[in-house]
């Protein structure tokens, strides 16, 4: 059972570019969630998403970020215009359901910012 | 919101020593507490958790403890190896309910096992 896939793996924008991360978690997960890990820091939660629906957005900025997680395909963090404090690393987890069990995370994408 | 404090940031043991990383948390709604283990370069990894109706769970030579009054909960490596030189990171959570059960991180400890 291959385990939560991200890609890329690392990523290089220059500042006023888009990135986009894609997140395709286990299989018979329907559940993603996405974190950001600053340097040095711990791993911050950001969004929330089931199938087609974005259930909690607290802990992404309101501007220039998106997520989606269509019907078919992998889960997507949109990024426009990336800045230099954009750059981290962002992980995503997935649970086969909300708030009743672990969550087992990706490998992550590291994105840089030039 | 929940807050998790983790302590000590960096933690350098003698290889076969017992290693122990302790997280505080505020919110006493939290009922579930996951432990992560990441190396360099890599995603976090769950290495054991533990629910608040129980005070202790061992898996081998890895151990948690809880004291939900204090809201406090411990990780307990015994006889560390070089190979569980990674930084550790504690969170936790509320699940059950219909909550969405996202995970509040500590900052993480650096922990290095010397030969």
């Known amino acids: 059972n291959a385990g939560v896939m991200q890609n890329p793996r690392h990523l290089v924008r220059r500042r006023g570019q888009e990135a986009r991360l894609r997140c395709s978690p286990m299989k018979g997960h329907s559940h993603v969630y996405w974190y950001r890990q600053l340097p040095e820091e711990g791993l911050k939660f950001m969004v929330y998403?089931?199938?087609?629906?974005?259930?909690?957005e607290s802990g992404m900025p309101k501007e220039r970020f998106s997520a989606e997680f269509p019907k078919e395909g992998p889960s997507i963090l949109r990024i426009q215009q990336v800045v230099r404090g954009d750059s981290a690393a962002y992980f995503c987890?997935?649970?086969?359901?909300?708030?009743?069990?672990?969550?087992?995370f990706g490998p992550g994408t590291r994105l840089t910012v030039l | 919101g929940e807050n998790v404090e983790q302590h000590p940031s960096t933690l350098s043991v003698q290889e076969g020593d017992s290693a122990v990383i302790k997280c505080t948390y505020s919110?006493?709604?939290?009922?579930?507490f996951p432990w992560y283990k990441q190396e360099l370069g890599k995603g976090p990894q769950l290495i054991i958790d533990i629910r608040s109706n129980v005070g202790e769970k061992k898996d081998q030579r890895i151990a948690v403890t809880l004291n939900k009054t204090a809201k406090h909960f411990s990780l307990h490596i015994t006889e560390t190896q070089p190979e569980d030189s990674a930084v550790y990171f504690c969170?936790?959570?509320?699940?059950?309910?219909?909550?969405?059960?996202?995970?509040?991180f500590g900052k993480g400890t650096k922990l290095s096992v010397k030969p």
């Open positions: 987890a997935s649970s086969p359901s909300a708030g009743t069990d672990t969550q087992y």
């Open positions: 998403l089931q199938k087609e629906n974005i259930i909690d």
């Open positions: 969170a936790a959570s509320v699940i059950g309910g219909g909550s969405q059960g996202n995970l509040i």
């Open positions: 919110d006493s709604a939290s009922n579930y």
